[in-house]
């Protein structure tokens, strides 16, 4: 599998990072005249160094998933909804085990499954988690503008790069993350617009090679295209859609924000010649499934919706997933999907999520969710914390001037929540934070209570509103690379400096 543009080997891109950081580090350490922690008393000090600037630290951004800051910690890190997964499902796996000397053999999920959706068989083809799907859309065709909306789950711009593009990026404000269709289409119609000096590369372009002089004239052209465009469409002239974004991937509700957009919204990105992925991999807990696209993914409209069974039924180490779209669609994903890529487990796993105790099973999770997410928000709202709302999703996005530290701090007391600085358009002031059951919250907002209590030092550097936010810019699609000056890697629960990982939280 080809790296992001502009990557290598992982290890290598993850010790020439740890070297880099380190050295600012030190160098930083050094300068100080004043050995005391700028945390205060009880918190450790935020980092001062910035990741250095470049692809390599860019994808060690996008591949660092939740899963690796909660491991050996009490977990409001990860999103998966329940502990364990229901026993009818471990009971469906053990069946499942004398099976495994055979192939795998999806055709009985893929029947049961499309009868559960109540969609044709050639509409839905199972993956191993959604992160299959979104690889497989990414290589499914020769995309000219491929457009990812964020701050959202990274996985599928990972997938893009992966597959030799780099999308463009439509941020959307803060604080409520709303999705505006209008701004998005205005956005992408003239998408000669690229990231910094890296061309939006196509099929054609997958060498993961740093730009060039001929990339840089390439980018050029590129701009005089649109701008000519944007002139052109001024004066009335019918322009067409070759310039327009043909690919536009977006989460609904969002990783990691929790917004839940209407699905009319979402429909109005529909344009000829585009296909719009939604991520739908938290709408199983959103009550009767409010606002999916999966009916209209089914029918062929456009749209490609992705869904995941490793949330809501605790199967993050099976790999179960499946997406949903017109049968030329599926016919493309399956071509670039290897064989017998989802395993006998996953697919028996399938077939017990469509019975009628998978139905009940995520009614129940639903519920419990819509009952506890309330006690969250409440609680870190009278810390002081901005809670971005609604929230629909098994977690929330918080905000607060001192949220890396406390970040740290929480870990030292064995307590993981997932930074935020590590998706596109959020900084390190954000925190993702998972919903648990009442009195595990409350163990959570006990130990903030005590911090913050203690004397949190926030300076004037750290309370300042965030000029360069890129939540709280207009909606643009990226003009620039949203994950420069952010630090890089995972804080360990010594405050030592920390080194980027490549351990992913997909799904």
């Known amino acids: 599998m080809a790296r992001p543009a502009g990557g290598g080997d992982s290890a290598e891109v993850d010790d020439a990072a740890r070297a880099r950081a380190d050295q600012d580090v030190r160098g930083d350490q050094g300068a100080r005249s004043d050995p005391t922690p700028r945390g205060g008393p009880g918190l450790p000090a935020t980092r001062d160094d910035r990741a250095p600037r470049g692809a390599h630290t860019e994808a060690a951004l996008l591949d660092h998933h939740g899963d690796v800051e909660a491991r050996g910690l009490r977990d409001f890190a990860v999103n998966v909804a329940v502990p364990r997964p229901p026993a009818f499902l471990g009971e469906a796996m053990s069946s499942a085990i004398d099976g495994l000397a055979a192939y795998p053999d999806h055709g009985p999920a893929t029947a049961r499954l499309a009868a559960h959706l109540g969609v044709p068989e050639e509409r839905v083809l199972i993956t191993n988690g959604a992160a299959e799907a979104f690889h497989l859309v990414a290589r499914a065709r020769a995309w000219r503008r491929p457009v990812v909306v964020h701050p959202q789950f990274t996985e599928p711009e990972a997938a893009l790069r992966a597959a030799g593009y780099v ?5 959307l404000p803060g604080p409520d993350f709303a999705l505006d269709a209008d701004a998005l289409n205005g956005d992408t119609s003239t998408c000669g617009r690229t990231t910094g000096d890296t061309p939006c590369r196509t099929a054609d372009d997958r060498t993961g090679r740093v730009p060039d002089d001929e990339d840089r004239r390439r980018h050029a052209a590129d701009r005089h295209a649109a701008d000519q465009h944007a002139a ?10 070759d310039s327009a974004a043909d690919l536009v991937v977006l989460g609904n509700p969002t990783n990691p924000t929790s917004r839940l957009h209407p699905v009319a919204e979402v429909l109005r990105l529909r344009r000829p010649g585009r296909l719009v992925l939604v991520d739908e991999a938290f709408l199983d807990v959103v009550p009767r499934e409010q606002d999916t696209a999966l009916r209209h993914a089914a029918s062929g409209d456009g749209l490609v919706v992705v869904r995941s069974l490793t949330k809501t039924f605790g199967l993050a180490g099976v790999r179960a997933g499946f997406l949903v779209a017109a049968p030329e669609v599926v016919a493309a994903c399956a071509a670039v999907q290897p064989h017998w890529s989802v395993n006998s487990l996953a697919l028996a796993a399938v077939e017990a999520v469509c019975s009628a105790q998978g139905v009940a099973h995520t009614a129940e999770v639903a519920e419990r969710l819509r009952e506890a997410r309330p006690h969250l928000v409440d609680g870190l709202t009278s810390l002081g914390f901005e809670v971005t709302a609604p929230a629909a999703g098994p977690f929330v996005l918080a905000r607060h ?14 307590i993981a929540v997932r930074r935020g600085d590590t998706f596109p358009g959020l900084d390190e002031s954000y925190v993702r934070i998972a919903v648990r059951e009442r009195a595990e919250t409350d163990v959570l907002l006990a130990a903030l ?27 643009h699609t990226a003009g620039r690379d949203e994950n420069l000056d952010r630090p890089d890697g995972v804080e360990h629960p010594t405050p030592q400096p920390p080194a980027p990982h490549d351990d992913r939280e997909d799904r």
């Open 167 to 171: 999308p463009e990026r439509h941020v």
């Open 401 to 414: 001037p001192g949220a890396a530290r406390l970040r740290l701090a929480l870990r030292e007391q064995g």
């Open 449 to 475: 209570a005590r911090l913050l209590s203690a004397d949190l030092d926030v300076d004037e550097s750290d309370a300042r509103p965030v000029t360069d936010d890129r939540s709280a810019a207009t909606p």
């Open 232 to 241: 052109d469409r001024h004066a009335g002239h019918d322009v067409g859609t």
